[in-house]
């Protein structure tokens, strides 16, 4: 199984990005997917996720309203759109799967990511 993560950068304070998940090896159709993010000196958060079907979506507080997360299962990929970015959304970002459901905890997904860096600058 390989989930590649992608699109993450520098970006002023305010402005946008969009990260993909790119997966392979499992059978994505029924994988719930999620977005984590650890911060330096941090621990490992959750941010969105997205059951296997996409019926079912959650953020995060403080996410909600500026992030926005999407599967597509003909690409076997999914999206976290990120929008109003401020300094507190810096991190490294991973993408996660698990069968089914998704989940909010980090213990409950087998498969990883390698993550991407997302740096807002003030």
């Known amino acids: 199984v390989q989930l590649q993560a992608s699109g993450g950068g520098l970006v002023q304070a305010g402005g946008s990005l969009r990260l993909s998940c790119a997966a392979s090896?499992?059978?994505?159709?029924?994988?719930?997917m999620a977005w984590f993010r650890q911060a330096p000196g941090k621990e490992r958060e959750f941010v969105a996720g997205?059951?296997?079907?996409?019926?079912?979506?959650f953020y995060v507080d403080s996410v909600k309203g500026r992030f926005t997360i999407s599967r597509d299962n003909t690409r076997n990929t999914v999206h976290l759109q990120m929008s109003s970015l401020t300094s507190e959304d810096t991190a490294v970002y991973y993408c996660?799967?698990?069968?089914?459901?998704?989940?909010?905890?980090?213990?409950?997904?087998?498969?990883w990511g390698q993550g991407t860096l997302v740096t807002v600058s003030s």
């Open positions: 090896g499992l059978s994505f159709s029924r994988h719930a």
């Open positions: 996660a799967a698990r069968l089914i459901t998704t989940s909010r905890s980090v213990w409950d997904y087998g498969y």
């Open positions: 997205i059951s296997s079907t996409g019926g079912t979506i």
